[in-house]
């Protein structure tokens, strides 16, 4: 259980800082209550981590030398993918795609929700974007797969608490945060993270064969 509880609290805590859903954390934080918004931000979250975890073992399911083979070729995959991108980004280049992403899927958003907003609406405003956001990101696959090989529990709490902990930088101090952290980098590690955990599913196979 530990050892999803980690696995989960890193890849989550290192791949969503500075992400998408980061950003519609930050925006909407200046817009409306900062504890409505944690509020709807982590429910989704958690709901999202949970659905990937159900999602996880329900592939357990299938036989387990297809469901390693594929968790370690998406680890790589993604943790690759990464690398390139990170590698062919400018030093100076800052977070602005993502943030002009969720800037655009605040305001589409917004433009629905004329009347004056209440606690009840900003936390379901903040939970549906965060959720659609969220779904089919590469951080709710990685979910999956590491609830393949890890502790439920462990998994749920570990991922919860990253996105809490991003959540929270997000809503506090999101734009400020954001703007001094490097897109590069951020992409660099993220990507070396889940080549990390790509090569650990691989080693963790080959001694469950040996």
């Avoid at 393949?148 to 734009?175: D, E, Q, S």
């Avoid at 952290?181 to 080959?206: K, M, N, Q, Y």
């Amino acid at each position: 259980m530990i050892t999803g509880f980690t696995a989960g609290l890193l890849l989550i805590t290192l791949s969503e800082l500075g992400d998408k859903t980061f950003f519609i954390g930050a925006i909407l934080a200046m817009r409306y209550p900062r504890r409505w918004v944690f509020l709807g931000v982590v429910s989704a979250l958690a709901l999202m981590t949970v659905l990937s975890v159900g999602l996880g073992q329900i592939a357990v399911l299938f036989p387990q030398h297809y469901v390693k083979g594929l968790a370690i070729a998406l680890f790589f995959g993604f943790g690759l993918k990464l690398l390139y991108d990170a590698y062919r980004m400018s030093p100076r280049c800052g977070r602005s795609g993502e943030e002009s992403e969720a800037m655009d899927a605040v305001n589409d958003c917004s433009q629905l929700q004329q009347a004056k907003m209440v606690g009840r609406m900003i936390v379901f405003q903040a939970l549906a974007l965060t959720f659609a956001a969220e779904w089919g990101d590469r951080t709710q696959i990685a979910t999956m797969t590491l609830a393949t090989t890890n502790h439920p529990l462990g998994v749920v709490a570990g991922a919860t608490l990253g996105h809490a902990i991003c959540a929270a930088i997000a809503i506090t101090a999101g734009r400020l945060v954001a703007g001094r952290i490097s897109e590069r980098w951020l992409t660099a590690i993220g990507g070396a993270l889940f080549v990390l955990f790509g090569i650990v599913f691989a080693a963790g196979s080959v001694g469950a064969i040996a």
